[in-house]
């Protein structure tokens, strides 16, 4: 019998996802590993750098998230890095400093050069022993940098600090599904944290050591993913990330399809670009679980859903091809077609072990969703978070990923430049 090339893609899949699922799984049912933390000593000086572009609608309350951090004034400095926006956030963040005079912010003004250079601008005059770089249409709060550097203090081999990521007021069912995914997302920066292998340091507020970051250059101005660059180049050199869900961050989510796949198509590609930067760290004993388990997962899990997306393609098409000469033979008579149809069902003629491939995963994942949920210590029935939302992401957002990850190939093959919008 013929094994055909669906069950082998299917089988390979199967047996990869349910490989990485019981190592998951192992993780988090042994936490020995975990990061210990002790109470802040003293208060180190500590700066909060905001880059901004044209955050008009936001820039506004994410300085006042700033100012009502539970820590001395005269310890914390904010600098503004304006890139070049063309509406009024410069006007608004020089009001703003204005109106808040016993607050030390400054505000650097220019031209659009990008995320990276606005962030080595204010890096470069930063005074800070510790340092975060706040997105402007981020919110942080108050007790974050009272429950992140005792992590620091803790080992000096700590670099950076992430706090618990999560959509803030989701309105529309698109908002939902990804307040969804951020959970499920810090979930797994959880268990990364545990095995030390965090490849990313989100944006909104993660914290690090100024001194490493200065000593290794700053950010990487090229990159279309700063946060993740600078994150994978800490790990190159053995530094130490750390998860935690003591200081929480909120951050607006797209609210229209194409602002979201423009976003995660950034988000992957740059995950891609890097991961190949870095390639020499993959299958590298030097780095353990990181060089063995998360770098090559972060290519493969788009290899995985494109191979699966091409590979339903090709059937979907050789089965309207068949359906198209049959009913050519009945030259297209769908009418008789249908009035002499019978339905013929046959129990044992199911694809059992199909239809247990589809269940195991699916139990999988509700078990990640729900637990997500849990260890997040977030009711799934709570202002707005439906079920309705929960579902689409079950069963449509790995679809829409899988078109992020197609377009993502294209860019690729057909060697479309990367864009930070």
């Not at 820039?59 to 890139?83: A, C, G, Q, R």
């Not at 109106?99 to 990008?114: F, T």
């Not at 997105?135 to 974050?144: E, K, Q, W």
Request: proline residues 3%.
């Amino acid at each position: 019998m013929i094994v055909k090339f669906l069950d082998v893609v299917l089988f390979g899949t199967y047996f990869l996802l349910l490989f990485f699922a019981i190592f998951w799984l192992l993780v988090l049912f042994f936490p020995e590993n975990e990061n210990k933390k002790k109470k802040i000593v003293g208060t180190p000086f500590f700066t909060v750098i905001v880059p901004a572009y044209n955050e008009e609608k936001s820039i506004v309350e994410t300085l006042v998230s700033i100012i009502k951090l539970d820590y001395p004034k005269d310890k914390i400095e904010v600098i503004v890095v304006n890139d070049g926006s063309t509406d009024t956030t410069q006007h608004l963040v020089e009001e703003f400093i204005a109106e808040n005079p016993g607050n030390d912010i400054r505000l650097i003004n220019q031209n659009n050069q990008g995320k990276g250079h606005a962030l080595n601008v204010g890096l470069e005059i930063a005074r800070g022993e510790y340092y975060a770089c706040l997105d402007a249409d981020s919110f942080i709060s108050p007790n974050a940098i009272k429950e992140m550097l005792p992590y620091f203090q803790a080992d000096e081999n700590v670099a950076s600090v992430c706090p618990l990521l999560k959509v803030r007021k989701p309105g529309s069912v698109l908002q939902k599904v990804q307040w969804t995914e951020y959970l499920v997302n810090m979930f797994y920066k959880l268990l990364n944290s545990k095995i030390d292998c965090i490849h990313v340091t989100p944006g909104p507020f993660s914290v690090y050591r100024t001194k490493i970051i200065k000593d290794l250059g700053g950010y990487d101005e090229k990159t279309i993913t700063e946060d993740l660059e600078i994150a994978i180049r800490l790990q190159k050199h053995h530094y130490k990330l750390v998860q935690t869900f003591d200081a929480v961050v909120e951050t607006v989510a797209p609210n229209s399809l194409r602002t979201l796949f423009k976003q995660r198509i950034r988000w992957y590609k740059g995950s891609v670009d890097n991961t190949i930067n870095y390639r020499k760290i993959m299958f590298n004993k030097e780095y353990g679980d990181f060089g063995f388990l998360r770098m090559p997962t972060i290519i493969l899990s788009g290899v995985i859903a494109i191979t699966v997306a091409i590979t339903l393609l090709r059937e979907i098409f050789i089965k309207s091809i068949q359906w198209f000469h049959a009913l050519r033979a009945i030259n297209f008579d769908i009418i008789t077609l249908i009035k002499n149809y019978t339905f013929d069902f046959n129990f044992l003629s199911l694809p059992f072990f199909k239809l247990i491939i589809a269940a195991t995963l699916f139990g999988i994942s509700f078990f990640i969703m729900v637990y997500s949920y849990r260890v997040i210590k977030e009711k799934i029935r709570n202002h707005g978070r439906t079920l309705v939302s929960m579902i689409s992401y079950l069963f449509l957002y790995g679809l829409f990923i899988t078109f992020v990850w197609m377009y993502i190939a294209f860019m690729f093959v057909s060697h479309k430049k990367n864009r930070w919008a």
